[in-house]
C-alpha cells in the first residue's frame, strides 16, 4: 500500500489558515495537520517528526508547508525547516506565508505574458514589502531592468542592493516614490507596473501613469479600495485599455490560485523540494504552457 | 474530481469539542479543521479563507460549525461568520454551542411526537438557559403556550418577552419556580413539562408534579443525578408512567445525535445555509416523517 | 457503512508530535484529532466526547493516543482517561509518551531475540528514567534478574523497590554506577546491558564492559554522540563483536516503528484495550514470530 500524502502545515499565526488549508486538500494532500503559534524554536522537534517516521523511499509522501501573515518569520521557520535536513533524510518545503509568493510569481507571469520580459523596464511599487520584493526579484531574474519604489529612498536602495546581490547580473535600482512628481520619474520608461502595495492605499494616480508612453502593463495586487494603480478595476483580467492592458488583483488571484495548487502537488513528486519565489515562479511557467 | 467536504470548526473552548469532532466524521466530513479558542476576533480571517478557496460553483462543499461550551460565544462568533458573507460569496453555517440546539430541537421533536403542540399549554423549567430558551422558543413556534421558568421572576419574564419578540403572536409568559409552591403554580395546566436545567440540580419533585392533572409528557434533559424531574429515568424513551410519558437525557440523546448528523450533513447541500435553533428544528421533523 | 478510524492524540506539548501523526496515518487511522497542551483536567471533556458520540458497537472504532515529550505528565493523562470509563461505556488508550513504551519494549525485544530471559542478569543503565523504569520492568516480567543503575544509589534503590511491587516474585536491585568502578561491579555478572540514558551522555566504557566475562548483548538508545555504550555504533543491528552482539539506537528503531504501528493498529480491535508497557511489549513479541 503505497503511502498517503501528509503536509504538515507550520504557521505562525493564531490559528493556521484556511485558505492554505483548503487549498492543500484540493491539491490532492489526504492528511492535513495543522500547526499555530509556530516560532523559530518550535521548528526542529516538529520537522525531525517529518523526517524520522517513513522510510527513504516513502519521505516524498510528507511535506512541509511553512505559511502565516508575517513573511520574515515564515522565512525563518522555512530556513529553520531546512537546516534541519542532513543526506537523503529530508523532506520537500514550501514557503508562502501570507501568499507572497505564488501572489509575486502570478503577478510577473501576467506581465510575461504580454511580452518577453528580458531588458525589459519595471517598476515595482511598494517594492520593499515581502510581495514587491518578490516580484522585483522574479523580474530581475528573468532579465527587467528593475526600479524598486519606496516612500524611503534609503529602503528602496537598500532593497535593490539585497536583489541584486542575490540575482547576479541583474539590474535594480531603488527610487523614491513618496509623490507624484517623483512616481512620475520612476514610471517615465516603464514597460510594466506592479503595485504591491497594502489594502486600500493608492500608490499611482491615472493621471500620472497616461503620461508614461512606454507603458503596456499594469498589475495591481491590492483587492481592497482605493486600488493601488488607479483606473484598475479589482476583476481586470488582461483588460485591453487603450493601448495598456490591466490586470487586478482577483484578476491575477485565478493564476495565484493554479500556482499554489501545482506547487503544493508538486511537493509529493520527490523529497528534495525547497519551493520559494523562483522555484514557485517555475511552476507557474510550466502551467502557462 | 469533485471536491471534498471540508468542515471547519470553531471552537471558543481551551480544546475543539472531540464529540463535535466525531460526529462531523460520522456524518461524512472529509476533512474537518479543528479551531479551539476561537474568539469574535479571529473570525473574518478563518472565514475568508473558506469563503475565497473555492470557486462559487465548489462553495457548498465547504462549511462552518460553531461549537464550543458558551452558548452567548458561539452566537457572537456565529453572528461574525454570517457578517463576513457577501453576495454568493458565503459558506453555510451551524451553531451548536454545547449542543443546546440539536438537544432543544430534540426535546420538543419527542414532545410533538405525544401532541400536536398547537395551543397546548407547555411549561419550561430553567427556560432562561440556552437550552430552556431555545426549547420555549420552538415551542411558541409550534403554537404552544409557553411558561419560562426560573427561580427569578424578572429574568423568567425577559426572557418571555424576547421569545415574544422573535415569534410573531406567541404567548410567552415568565413565572418564578423558585419553590414547589411557585413550580406547581406554574405547572398546574401544563401538557408539557421540559426541564433543562444543570447538571445534577432537580427542579421539580414527583410530588408536584403528579397533582398536575393535564400533564402528558416529561423531558428531562439533565444526565447526572439527582435528574431535573424527580421520577425519571435517565434512560426512559416514550416510557409511559401512569398517564405519563417520560424521556430522560440519554432517552432524548438518539433523536439529538440524529439531528446532529442530518444537521450537518445538510450543510453541504448549499452554501446558503445557517441553521440556528429553526432550522435545526425543521430537519429534525424531516427525520420524524 | 462502517464507521471511520478516529485516533484521538492528546498530546502534553505546545504542539501535538508529527511523529506520533504519521505513525497514526501509516497505522491506518482514517482522521487523526490532534490536541495540544492537554492537562489532566482537560482530559474528562475530550475523553467523554469520545464515548458518548458513537454506539456500543462502534467505539472500537474510536481510541485514545497519549503522548508528549513528558513521560509522568503522559502517565497521568492516560489515567485519568481510563478513569472516564465505566462498564462497556470506554475506548481503547494508548500511552507512548516521548516513545518510552515502544523504545523500551524494543529494545528488551532485542535482548530475548538472542537469549530466554528467564534467569538471566540484566543491568540497565540510566534505569531511574522513563525509558529505563520500563525495560527494567518488562526485563523484570520476562524473568531476569535486573539491576537498576543510577548516579544515585538511592534513586536506584527507589525505582527497584518500585518494580518489585509491580511484578510479582521479581528480583530487582538497585545499584550505583556513578563512577567506572562502581559500574564495573554493578556489569560484573551481567549477561544483558541495555543504557537508557540522555542524549550525548557515555554511561559505560568498552574498557569497563570487556571486563564483563558473561556479557552477551549490549543495546543503546541514545542516538547523539557520544552514545551511552562506548563502541557501540548508533545503526548497529546485532552486530556480532566477538563474543557479544550490539544495538544502537537506530538499530533497535525499525522494531520500535513496528511496534508504534502494530500498537495503534490493535487499538481498533476492540475498544477496552489499555496499552503500557507490557501490553505493548507483548504486541512487539507477537511481531517476532
Known amino acids: 500500500m503505497s503511502k498517503q500524502r501528509i503536509l504538515i502545515q507550520l504557521d505562525s499565526d493564531k490559528h493556521a489558515s484556511v485558505f492554505d488549508g483548503v487549498v492543500a486538500v484540493d ?6 495537520f495543522q500547526y499555530s503559534q509556530v516560532s523559530v524554536d518550535d521548528v526542529e522537534g516538529l520537522v525531525h517528526g517529518a523526517m524520522f517516521t517513513r522510510g527513504p523511499q516513502d519521505l516524498h509522501q510528507t511535506a512541509v508547508f511553512v505559511g502565516g501573515s508575517d513573511v520574515a518569520t515564515g522565512e525563518a521557520l522555512a530556513e529553520a525547516a531546512t537546516n534541519c535536513f542532513f543526506g537523503p533524510m529530508r523532506v520537500s518545503v514550501m514557503m508562502d506565508s501570507n501568499g507572497a509568493n505564488t501572489t509575486a510569481a502570478a503577478a510577473v507571469l501576467a506581465a510575461a505574458r504580454e511580452m518577453n520580459l528580458n531588458g525589459v523596464e519595471a517598476l515595482v ?15 530581475a531574474t528573468q532579465g527587467a531592468r528593475v526600479k524598486l519604489g519606496s516612500r524611503s529612498l534609503e529602503r528602496a536602495q537598500q532593497a ?14 531603488g527610487v523614491a516614490t513618496a509623490t507624484g512628481e517623483e512616481t512620475l520619474l520612476a514610471a517615465k520608461d516603464a514597460e510594466v507596473i506592479i503595485a504591491a502595495g497594502a489594502a486600500g492605499i493608492q500608490l499611482i494616480s491615472k493621471s500620472v501613469w497616461e503620461q508614461c508612453e512606454q507603458l503596456k502593463v499594469l498589475i495591481d495586487l491590492n483587492a481592497v479600495p482605493p486600488l493601488g494603480i488607479e483606473g484598475v478595476d479589482v476583476m481586470d483580467k488582461a483588460k485591453a485599455d487603450g493601448q495598456q492592458i490591466l490586470y487586478g488583483a482577483i484578476g491575477v488571484g485565478g493564476t495565484k490560485m493554479k500556482i499554489h495548487k501545482a506547487a503544493i502537488a508538486s511537493l509529493f513528486e520527490s523529497n528534495e523540494q525547497v519551493l520559494d519565489a523562483e522555484e514557485i515562479y517555475s511552476i507557474g511557467e510550466s ?3
Chains 1, 2, 3 share one sequence.
Open 160 to 173: 535593490a542592493a539585497a536583489i541584486q546581490s542575490q540575482v547576479d547580473g541583474s539590474e535594480v535600482q
Open 287 to 289: 502551467l502557462e504552457s
Open 125 to 139: 511599487l511598494a517594492g520593499t514589502g515581502p510581495v514587491g520584493l518578490r516580484a522585483g526579484r522574479l523580474l
Open 27 to 32: 491539491s490532492g494532500v489526504d492528511h492535513l
